[in-house]
């Protein structure tokens, strides 16, 4: 495999419930957790998130070569998976994620 050798160091997590109001779940600055090609981490959510429905990863700083560059392979979330109350249908795109307990990366 290929590995570019910028792993993310400066970012934070954000949930959203709507994807328009956004809580910051977790953030990282010069955080070399993810250093080395492959690397695979696990985060706790330090803050409380009920339930969420969007999830994203936003870069504040440079990467390892400086770069503004999101070099991610996979990302992986641990809670619970529920339906919307207020909707009838079980059609997916009406799921929320709640009870968030960590995060997975690998760069």
Known sequence: GYSSGAHLRNWKFLVSADGESWTQASTHAMDESLKGPYAVRTWQIPVHVEAA????????????????????????LYGQVIRQQNEGILNPSHWFFKGMEGMTTSA
């Open 53 to 76: 429905r969007f999830f994203k990863v936003v870069t504040t700083g440079g990467n390892s070569i400086n770069g503004t560059q999101l070099v991610c392979g996979g990302f992986e």
